[in-house]
């Protein structure tokens, strides 16, 4: 059954974005669909989503995106679709996001393949937008199902909570930071659990540009890596493309691309250099 939960539970938060779109039967579908982005802008910050930390804010998005990194004995490992995916909105509180199996290409003696399918719920808790304390604080769910192939995944399902959160200080600054941990559903001994704890600083450079930078932390309890911890120092870099008279309801693309550096003796990968396209809408 685990291979038909993932479309079971996108369909009921279509379902739900569907009803929270009915109130407003003057308006087309496209116009109710994209009004969520609007109304998120009334109230919560302005921000772009980091490269590698959760966004504590609801977005409506699409993501296509490519990583190439290399683990600790220089094996390269490219991995095609990189975890990203698509989000959507319902109502003012409930994001949903869906992402699909990325393909993973080994370069190695491991063999290729697809890894697992994740969900996502976010429900914003509070927050205010830049006239109202540029701040915000969210709680997450994922679940990870393990669909993937060749060892490429998990050994079993996943869970993902995650508290995240950010503070603005004025119009070109904020930092953020999540606090999530890795919870199997099964096989604890051999896959072991794990904490991640990220935060950044951004800063909005001009109309177009943004810059980020992250560390990643991780920590591992149980499994082959029980007692280590690995860190990433990340820098990033975003462009925007959006016309002149954008409003909140327009779609818009961002490019963007950055590098996860180790900065700890024990790594299990180094120069993830990941770049994505987005579509917002």
């Given at each position: 059954m685990n291979r038909y939960r993932a479309p079971i539970y996108l369909a009921l938060a279509i379902a739900l974005i569907a009803g929270t779109c009915a109130a407003s039967a003057q308006q087309s579908f496209l116009d109710r669909f994209a009004a969520h982005n609007s109304n998120m802008s009334a109230v919560q910050p302005g921000w772009i989503t980091p490269l590698v930390a959760a966004d504590p804010r609801l977005v409506q998005y699409a993501k296509l995106s490519f990583s190439n990194q290399y683990t600790a004995l220089g094996t390269q490992t490219v991995n095609y679709g990189n975890g990203r995916g698509i989000g959507l909105i319902g109502g003012n509180r409930f994001e949903f996001d869906l992402v699909p199996p990325s393909y993973i290409q080994h370069n190695s003696k491991a063999v290729d393949g697809f890894a697992d399918t994740t969900t996502l719920v976010k429900y914003r808790i509070a927050s205010g937008n830049a006239d109202h304390g540029n701040f915000i604080v969210t709680a997450m769910l994922g679940h990870s199902f393990a669909t993937g192939s060749y060892k490429n995944g998990a050994t079993t399902d996943t869970y993902g909570p995650?508290?995240?959160?950010?503070?603005?200080?004025?119009?070109?600054?904020?930092?953020?930071?999540?606090?999530?941990?890795?919870?199997?559903?099964?096989?604890?001994?051999?896959?072991?659990?794990?904490?991640?704890?990220?935060?950044?600083?951004?800063?909005?450079?001009?109309?177009?540009?943004?810059?980020?930078?992250?560390?990643?932390?991780?920590?591992?309890?149980?499994?082959?890596?029980?007692?280590?911890?690995?860190?990433?120092?990340?820098?990033?870099?975003f462009y925007v493309v959006r016309r002149k008279e954008w409003k909140p309801t327009h779609p818009f693309l961002i490019f963007d691309g950055g590098m996860q550096i180790a900065t700890s003796g024990f790594h299990t990968y180094n120069h993830n250099m990941v770049s994505e396209m987005r579509i917002l809408f």
């Open positions: 995650t508290l995240a959160g950010g503070l603005g200080f004025g119009k070109h600054l904020e930092v953020e930071s999540t606090l999530g941990g890795t919870m199997p559903t099964g096989k604890i001994a051999a896959q072991g659990r794990s904490i991640a704890w990220n935060a950044l600083m951004q800063t909005h450079a001009t109309k177009h540009l943004w810059f980020e930078v992250e560390n990643n932390a991780c920590f591992f309890f149980s499994g082959s890596h029980d007692g280590k911890m690995q860190n990433f120092v990340t820098p990033v870099a």
